[in-house]
């Protein structure tokens, strides 16, 4: 089962850019959807952005839509979310979560193999 990593958080100040990454131990990321996941305190795990096993379809969040932009490096068994126009409503730990199909709904409770999580800040 693939094991994501996630990586690149930090502190940003509105209006900035960060990107964060996900790489895998065990099996290639090839073999799966990939989401991104946040979850800021006291609220509930919520829905960034999705990509297929081959880049070609991505998926977004309204909230984060023309601003982040999900991608993949099958070859480097990387994912990554850059996050441009950053605000502090982004602010929350993000997690990077992998599952074998694609299409429906793209809730956490879908997603099988999930990171530990990057903090990403943005001060105002």
């Known amino acids: 089962q693939v094991q994501p990593v996630e990586s690149g958080g930090g502190l940003v100040q509105a209006g900035g850019s960060l990107r964060v990454s996900c790489a895998a131990s065990?099996?290639?990321?090839?073999?799966?959807?990939m989401g991104w996941f946040r979850q800021a305190p006291g609220k509930e795990r919520e829905f960034v952005a999705a990509?297929?096993?081959?880049?070609?379809?991505?998926y977004y969040a309204d909230s984060v839509k023309g601003r982040f932009t999900i991608s993949r490096d099958n070859a480097k068994n990387t994912v990554y979310l850059q996050m441009n126009s950053l605000k502090p409503e982004d602010t929350a730990v993000y997690y990077c979560?992998?599952?074998?199909?694609?299409?429906?709904?793209?809730?956490?409770?879908?997603?099988?193999?999930w990171g530990r999580g990057t903090q990403v800040t943005v001060s105002s």
């Open positions: 990509i297929d096993w081959s880049g070609d379809g991505t």
């Open positions: 065990g099996r290639t990321l090839s073999s799966y959807v």
């Open positions: 979560a992998a599952r074998t199909y694609a299409g429906g709904k793209y809730d956490p409770n879908t997603f099988g193999s």
